[in-house]
């Protein structure tokens, strides 16, 4: 009896502590959310200043004091942001899609054994270390290539972020590609389509949500980089005239400034309202990834 | 009719002949710029290799390897315990439906966070509401907020991999739902959770931006001091401490120090060897999971 | 009548496996020629050496020979172009995630068929000759996962024909449908064989008395008998065909 009474004991404090740690995990980002609001906002309802004058002004001159009266256009960064991503998708994209349905279609044996090995070390290489290697080796490169007084770059930290994005869109989309169902392929290839006819007209778009979520995968992690570009972007606190120009980004911009910001000063709150804008886009990417599957969903049970 | 249905047919073959061979090209390319990337790095890092540079003081990057092992091995053992936990509670006893979409939506949000906005949260919970200077046990924390995620999903998975017989094998012979996670579930899932926790260690390794402002760009290490409270003492995780990212991140500009370029160099080659060691150890670990499920 | 397909000799191999022995069978033109037998007897793997199927799986060997209309098919013709010729529908009904248009305009435009008027009567063409015409006319834009199964066979029929195939394949094709589906591709198969010709793989020997003109008994990758389907299931001559059709064993 006492025996059963300790089981039952046991059972109750376990259940409590799993219980613990799931509500931990919703607790935990609530409070990243709520902080982040609360620092993030400080620019808009302490100093005064106005969202718009945020988001697209690019007079970035705020105070370092908490005094105020500085401003907080955060445009150069924003744009410098996604300027950087766009061009790294815009080089990743094709060939990531290329290499995922090599190691799929083309040569499936390959793949497993080599490619995807391949695929987990590359997507497990410090981004600091690409940072470095950006430094030492890209950004020479272009200065020498190009004929610039800097290699520091648009293009330097797009090639960059390129490279580290690659192979989440790489697997993102050779898992989509796999999960297209044999009788498509035996379809296709019974109406006498080559193979490449096959990938092109069946293969690919049946797998297209899958694809573009990869590619919003990809999207979300070169956003969200900070001290890879940081190391190649140039910190030029300007619009990039070209793809060889220098300029900054959000994420850079905190990794370097929060360090010596005031804390509580307008020039602090200011990097935490982009602290807070990084997160909302982070959110953002999240609800379209998710409503692209959920949108594929549909149309998969629509049907049936 | 026939003629020209043949000459399409003769177009489609050489198209698909073509692409076949850009494929193989653009594969080609991917894998050498692996390789010549991971060469490049390892042999620049040993080029100009003096022993020294392996010391344990200011000269080397003894303690900078020291301090990457040591808060990786702290954040885990935060993230491991509390990781397992969310996942058991996720999978074995939270309702599903309301409970568990809210979960899924933590986990979704907390692991597409970017590891800089992460650092900025710990700085603010970790530094400046506590009135502490950089330490290791903060920047510990940050990269647990990380893994966690990572290591919850990975717990959940197995579990659902599990065959459902084991479960009910032992709530059969009058188990306890715990009892059963505990002594039939767990270790069955064992090795699964193993290779993420392999995972989450190996991406801890190379995490820097989250800790700029938790752990510090210092390092300061008596090896002869052993007194805990001590800030220069190895074992205190309350002390600041520079790991070996960010002495990479510091070399950026080579003011620093004389011999920057090649400390960072080699600090690159180790994170390396690191990060490929793992990540080959938690495949083969995998490897062998799949063999002996199949061996089943 | 000449034979439209003639098999001689045929040896399959899986590996070490022989999957089928020393076949040899005549199919005539404008007939549907039934394969009856019991599960895992090769029946489909007979089936796909006529469109050279089994060229995409790995470690198959084959020796002997068809011939479509005199032509070698493994020696004296292109993979491509025999599919194109001999088409084959599957046991489960598999249109494409496309909509009812593009699935049946699929074939032609792989030709490098375009231009839009061209593909309009293809489609049209083979959707009437498919008896569906009716029933999608108004909704060709929209998805084919949205029809019924029995639906989508015909579909899958149709695309087909919009090949312009010479012979038509069916692997089991209506043992994932109800019966009143079953009895309208079985009608259009019946209607089909006045300008095409059929091979068709069925369990439902019914199904293979219905509507077959001849009928050919495998058995663990041998044909035991062939003939005409009235023979067959009336006088078989072999004690196993026998024993098959009589149910004691399949």
Partial sequence: MNQK???????????????????????????????LVYKGSASFTTYGHKITEFLFSSKWNPADSSTGGGSIGAAIYIYGSISTCALALLIATPFSIAAAIFMTEIAPKLGIHIFQPAVEIFVGIPSVVYGWIGLTVLVPAIKNIFHLTYGFSV?????????????????????????????????????????????????????????????????????????????????????????????????????????????????????????????????????????????????????? | ?????????????????????????????????????????????????????????????????????????????????LGTLAGIYMSEYAKQGRITKFLRISIETLSSLPSIVVGLFGYLVFIVMTGARWNLMAGALAVSILSIPLITTTTVDAFKSLEVGYK???????ATHWQTIYHVMLPACFPRIMTGIILAAGRGFGEAAALLYTSGMSTDINWSNWNLSSATCALNPFRPGETL?????????????????????????VLMIMVFTFSIGARMLSRRINKKAKGC | MDSKISI?????????????????????????????????????TFLKTLNRMNDLEENVKID????????????????????????????????????????????????????KHDLDEIVENSLRKAVIWDEVKDRLNKSALSLSGGQQQRICIARTLAVNPDVILMDEPTSALDPISTSKIEDLAVELKK????????????????????????????????????????????????????????
């Fill in chain 1, 5 to 35: 009474r300790n089981m039952f004991q046991k059972e109750y404090f376990w259940h409590g502590l799993v219980t613990i740690g799931g509500c931990f995990m919703i607790v935990l980002t609530l409070a990243i959310g709520v902080f």
């Fill in chain 1, 155 to 304: 293009l330097a930290a797009g090639i960059v972020l390129a490279v580290m994005i690659f192979p989440t869109i790489t697997s993102v989309t050779a898992d989509a590609i796999r999960s297209v169902p044999t009788q498509f392929r035996q379809a296709s290839y019974g109406l006498g389509a080559t193979r490449w006819q096959m990938i092109r007209t069946v293969v690919i778009p049946s797998a297209k949500s899958g694809i573009y979520t990869g590619i919003i995968l990809g999207l979300a992690r070169a956003f969200g980089e900070a001290l890879a570009v940081a190391m190649v972007i140039g910190k030029t606190r300007a619009f990039p005239k070209n793809i060889l120009s220098s300029t900054n980004n959000l994420t850079a911009s905190i990794a370097s400034d929060m360090g010596g910001a005031m804390e509580g000063g307008e020039y602090n709150s200011a990097l935490w309202s982009m602290a807070l804008l990084l997160f909302l886009i982070s959110l953002l990417f999240i609800f379209i990834i998710h409503s692209i599957s959920s949108k594929e969903e549909k149309k998969i049970n629509g049907k049936n």
């Fill in chain 2, 1 to 81: 009719m026939g003629k020209i249905r043949s000459a399409k047919i003769r177009n489609a073959k050489i198209a698909d002949k073509i692409m076949t061979i850009v494929f193989y090209c653009i594969a080609l390319l991917f894998l050498m710029l692996l390789l010549v990337l991971a060469l490049y790095v390892v042999i620049k890092g040993f080029v100009d290799f003096k022993l020294e540079y392996l010391s344990f003081n200011r000269k080397g990057i003894g303690n900078q390897f020291f301090n990457t092992l040591y808060l990786v091995f702290l954040s885990l053992l935060i993230s491991v315990p």
């Fill in chain 2, 168 to 174: 009910n094998g032992s709530l059969g012979l009058g």
């Fill in chain 2, 245 to 269: 990212s960010l002495l990479i991140w510091a070399s950026r500009s080579e003011a620093v120090s004389a011999n920057a370029t090649q400390i960072a160099n080699l600090s690159s080659a």
């Fill in chain 3, 8 to 44: 001689s000799d045929l040896n399959l191999y899986y590996g070490s496996f022989q999957a089928l022995k020393n076949i040899n069978m005549d199919v005539k033109s404008n007939e549907i020629t039934a394969l009856i037998g019991p599960s895992g007897c090769g029946k489909s």
């Fill in chain 3, 64 to 115: 002997g020979s068809i011939l479509l209309d005199g032509i070698d098919i493994y020696h004296e013709m292109d993979a491509i172009l025999l599919r194109q010729k001999i088409g084959m529908v599957f046991q489960q009904p598999n249109p494409f995630p496309k909509s009812i248009y593009d699935n049946v305009a699929y074939g032609p435009r792989i030709l490098g068929i375009r231009k």
């Fill in chain 3, 195 to 250: 300008n095409y010709t059929i091979v068709i793989v069925t369990h439902n020997m019914q199904q293979a008395t219905r509507i077959s003109d001849k009928t050919v008994f495998f058995l663990l990758g041998e044909t035991i008998e062939s003939g005409e389907t009235h023979e067959i299931f009336s006088r078989p001559k072999d004690k196993r065909t026998e024993d098959y059709i009589t149910g004691r064993f399949g």
